[in-house]
């Protein structure tokens, strides 16, 4: 049986630059398709080279298969791309997401473009689930980026989701090709980049009003978090349509290629859970606590991972704050129960309730004292929880915002972007969110 699979040097490229691709096939030839990811997948070009094989390495190490070459044309326009393997002629347009034979690539502008919103895709997170070569950093400290995987063409950790059993979670066609799907369908033009990139540097200081993500954005290096505060600090504004953000700190290696994570105690004996530890050298939340720039943490919400879960959505707190502006939702109402619109992962802030009845954040978490909570969702018992503070507010999901120069929302839940096609409330909202802030 003929196989074929590979993965890039770096995760993005900017459009007139070379991109190296590693591949291995036991073809005597192969094709590459790129395709531009959006409401529909868009063909971009392809090459053909001569194959060559390589044995598969393991989850720490470079897998250094053979390189191949190919210079990106300069009028590709900024996206998410994706590149297709073939050994054989189709003439059809394939399926995008595989476990194999599929390698996830972040086309950014040339040159400043003048669009005002930045997509960010969180390859730290989808490298970090990836268990090509036998390991992921949920059984590890170390894993390296070069090998197949990252969000697409490897294998992944984790449980199906039987709210969408058409691709596994913790991959970029579970969580951020709806988000990207909709917002092309909605006119929102964006311009992409992936968490490396912000770990540079790049991209933030070219002009962007508003940064976006979706979905599952669990692990940040402390540069990138550098980088997008000052972003915050400068008049920049942070739309996060996900969860469980910014819960891991990794370390990257300076050639870009190695992630690391310190999860566990000094001295945890096996088995040990390091989310209902304390004293775990890489939880943000133990040293500089998320919510100083999300408003939320996963330790004041938590998870639902295994089947189905109790059908929960968010309660407004204050229909008439913009966000809901055309959704027909007031103070009281409910929206994406019947969906499950909260989970399977989502984020609060620490909290009380007023004397008009609202919820309020305390700040002993380190929410800011002005985020406003504009929908919450109370988690039943029979969720996963993480260790915390000691506090006397409940687990809640946290839906809201607050203002440090630049607004900073959150949808405070990973299936936000799951709904979208098919929630008018959840997608009226994210509209405002959008068009406003940026």
Same mark, same amino acid.
């Given at each position: 049986?003929?196989?074929?699979?590979?993965?890039?040097? /770096?995760?993005?490229?900017?459009a007139?630059?070379?991109?190296?691709?590693?591949?291995?096939?036991?073809?005597?030839?192969?094709?590459?398709?790129?395709?531009?990811?959006?409401?529909?997948?868009?063909?971009?070009?392809h090459?053909?080279?001569?194959?060559?094989?390589?044995?598969?390495?393991?989850?720490?190490?470079?897998?250094?298969?053979?390189?191949?070459?190919?210079?990106?044309?300069?009028?590709w326009?900024?996206?998410?791309y994706?590149?297709?393997?073939?050994t054989?002629?189709?003439?059809?347009?394939?399926?995008?997401?595989?476990?194999?034979?599929?390698?996830?690539?972040?086309?950014?502008?040339?040159?400043?473009?003048?669009?005002?919103?930045?997509?960010?895709?969180?390859?730290?997170?989808?490298?970090?689930?990836?268990?090509?070569?036998?390991?992921?950093?949920?059984?590890?400290?170390?894993?390296?980026?070069?090998r197949?995987?990252?969000?697409?063409?490897?294998?992944?950790?984790?449980?199906?989701?039987?709210?969408?059993?058409?691709?596994?979670?913790?991959?970029?066609?579970?969580?951020?090709?709806?988000f990207?799907?909709?917002?092309e369908?909605?006119?929102?033009?964006?311009?992409?980049?992936?968490?490396?990139?912000?770990?540079?540097?790049?991209?933030?200081?070219?002009?962007?009003?508003?940064?976006?993500?979706?979905?599952?954005?669990?692990?940040?290096?402390?540069?990138?978090? /550098?980088?997008?505060?000052?972003?915050?600090?400068?008049?920049?504004?942070?739309?996060?349509?996900?969860?469980?953000?910014?819960?891991?700190?990794?370390?990257?290696?300076?050639?870009?290629?190695?992630?690391?994570?310190?999860?566990?105690?000094?001295?945890?004996?096996?088995?040990?859970?390091?989310?209902?530890?304390?004293?775990?050298?890489?939880?943000?939340?133990?040293?500089?606590?998320?919510?100083?720039?999300?408003?939320?943490?996963?330790?004041?919400?938590?998870?639902?991972?295994?089947?189905?879960?109790?059908?929960?959505?968010?309660?407004?707190?204050?229909?008439?704050?913009?966000?809901?502006?055309?959704?027909?939702?007031?103070?009281?109402?409910?929206?994406?129960?019947?969906?499950?619109?909260?989970?399977?992962?989502?984020?609060?802030?620490?909290?009380?309730?007023?004397?008009a009845?609202?919820?309020?954040?305390?700040?002993?978490?380190g929410?800011?004292?002005?985020?406003?909570?504009?929908?919450?969702?109370?988690?039943?018992?029979?969720?996963?929880?993480?260790?915390?503070?000691?506090?006397?507010?409940?687990?809640?999901?946290?839906?809201?915002?607050?203002?440090?120069?630049?607004?900073?929302?959150?949808?405070?839940?990973?299936?936000?972007?799951?709904?979208?096609?098919?929630?008018?409330?959840?997608?009226?909202?994210?509209?405002?969110?959008?068009?406003?802030?940026s």
């Amino acid at each position: 049986m003929t196989s074929i699979n590979g993965y890039p040097a /770096r995760p993005s490229v900017r459009a007139g630059d070379v991109l190296r691709l590693h591949i291995s096939t036991s073809a005597p030839r192969f094709r590459v398709d790129f395709y531009r990811w959006g409401a529909t997948p868009q063909h971009a070009g392809h090459a053909e080279w001569p194959g060559r094989t390589a044995a598969p390495g393991t989850f720490d190490r470079d897998w250094q298969w053979p390189a191949y070459e190919f210079p990106v044309p300069s009028d590709w326009r900024s996206g998410a791309y994706i590149a297709v393997l073939s050994t054989e002629p189709s003439s059809c347009t394939p399926p995008m997401d595989s476990r194999e034979a599929r390698i996830l690539l972040v086309v950014t502008p040339s040159a400043p473009s003048g669009r005002k919103i930045l997509y960010k895709i969180p390859t730290f997170t989808y490298h970090a689930y990836n268990t090509a070569g036998g390991g992921s950093l949920y059984s590890a400290s170390q894993v390296t980026t070069r090998r197949p995987g990252c969000g697409i063409g490897g294998p992944v950790k984790g449980l199906p989701d039987p709210y969408d059993s058409t691709s596994p979670r913790q991959t970029f066609a579970h969580w951020d090709a709806p988000f990207i799907a909709w917002m092309e369908e909605n006119g929102l033009e964006s311009d992409f980049c992936t968490d490396l990139d912000l770990h540079e540097g790049r991209h933030l200081n070219d002009g962007y009003r508003l940064l976006v993500a979706a979905g599952h954005d669990e692990y940040w290096t402390s540069n990138t978090r /550098r980088n997008v505060t000052a972003f915050r600090d400068a008049g920049g504004n942070i739309a996060n349509f996900g969860a469980n953000t910014c819960w891991w700190r990794v370390a990257v290696s300076p050639n870009g290629a190695g992630l690391t994570c310190a999860k566990f105690p000094p001295g945890a004996p096996a088995g040990t859970d390091p989310d209902s530890s304390y004293g775990c050298p890489d939880h943000w939340w133990e040293s500089e606590p998320e919510n100083a720039l999300l408003g939320v943490s996963y330790r004041s919400g938590g998870g639902h991972w295994d089947g189905l879960r109790a059908p929960l959505g968010f309660t407004v707190t204050d229909g008439d704050h913009w966000i809901f502006s055309g959704t027909g939702l007031k103070t009281g109402d409910a929206f994406g129960r019947e969906a499950a619109l909260i989970g399977y992962e989502c984020d609060g802030a620490a909290y009380e309730i007023d004397a008009a009845g609202r919820p309020r954040p305390t700040g002993q978490d380190g929410t800011p004292k002005d985020f406003e909570i504009l929908g919450i969702a109370p988690l039943p018992s029979d969720w996963n929880f993480a260790a915390r503070e000691p506090t006397t507010s409940p687990h809640a999901a946290t839906l809201g915002l607050y203002t440090a120069v630049g607004t900073v929302f959150t949808a405070a839940t990973t299936d936000w972007a799951r709904l979208l096609a098919t929630d008018p409330q959840v997608a009226s909202i994210t509209r405002n969110v959008i068009t406003r802030l940026s």
